[in-house]
């Protein structure tokens, strides 16, 4: 049983559709991050939100924090292409590592 | 981009036989990991470092020993491989353990 569950687990769309992924936990977070992962590289770092509540904006790309630091969401507006990858939530605990969600991978075609 | 290494990208041996990654950075950051990444299982966690000769466990480190020696370098062993340590496998760097991980390029292990 993952800690972070993800979903959906895939997603197909077409280009200029919205979107929305959902990194959801029974455990609280000091802070989570987004990371996406295009195929061949390693994961690099979208955005962390901190606060509960925290919308947190990256162009077209839109992150929300819960309330009880619980769980998070990325919407997309407008996907293209380019967003294509594998999108992963990472929660941090008190004083303790990350841990990661199993991924959503995200497909927009053209 | 963070100043990190992986080698090899590509590896394919023979069950049984001893394999070692090797991770490099230039940051001197601390922390240290390693992971690994199967479908429908995301990043897990297989040792980190906190400082040199200083390692710990992570949730998948069976069948799995790692090494520092020096700040900048981080090395994975499989001391006899197996398929089901056919994976792609992450280093990763942090300077704390809550705070954003650079990751490498990953190293493609097949284990034939």
């Known amino acids: 049983t993952q800690l972070l569950e993800q979903s959906p687990q895939f997603l197909s769309i077409q280009e200029g559709e919205n979107l929305t992924v959902y990194c959801n936990s029974s455990?609280?977070?000091?802070?989570l991050q987004w990371y996406r992962q295009e195929p061949g590289e390693g994961p690099v770092l979208l955005v962390t939100?901190?606060?509960?509540?925290e919308v947190k904006k990256l162009k077209r790309l839109t992150f929300q924090f819960g309330d009880a630091r619980k769980d998070s969401s990325l919407h997309i507006t407008a996907a293209q292409p380019g967003d294509t990858g594998l999108y992963l939530c990472?929660?941090?605990?008190?004083?303790?590592?990350?841990?990661f969600g199993a991924g959503t991978i995200l497909r927009v075609k053209s | 981009d963070a100043g990190i290494t992986q080698s090899p990208r590509h590896k394919v041996t023979e069950t049984g036989t001893p394999v070692t990654l090797r991770c490099h950075q230039t940051?001197?950051?601390?922390?240290m990991y390693w992971y690994r990444q199967d479908p429908g299982h995301g990043l897990r966690l297989i040792h980190y470092?906190?400082?040199?000769?200083?390692?710990d466990k992570g949730e998948v480190s069976d069948g799995y020993s790692v090494s520092r020696s020096k700040t900048e370098d981080f090395l994975l062993t499989l001391e006899s491989a197996t398929s089901s340590q056919t994976s792609v496998y992450f280093c990763?760097?942090?300077?704390?353990?809550?705070?954003?991980?650079?990751f490498g390029p990953g190293t493609r292990l097949t284990v034939t």
């Open positions: 990763a760097i942090s300077e704390s353990p809550r705070d954003e991980q650079y």
């Open positions: 455990s609280v977070f000091s802070s």
């Open positions: 939100v901190v606060t509960g509540g």
């Open positions: 990472a929660g941090a605990q008190y004083g303790n590592k990350l841990v």
């Open positions: 940051e001197n950051h601390r922390y």
């Open positions: 470092s906190y400082g040199v000769k200083d390692t």
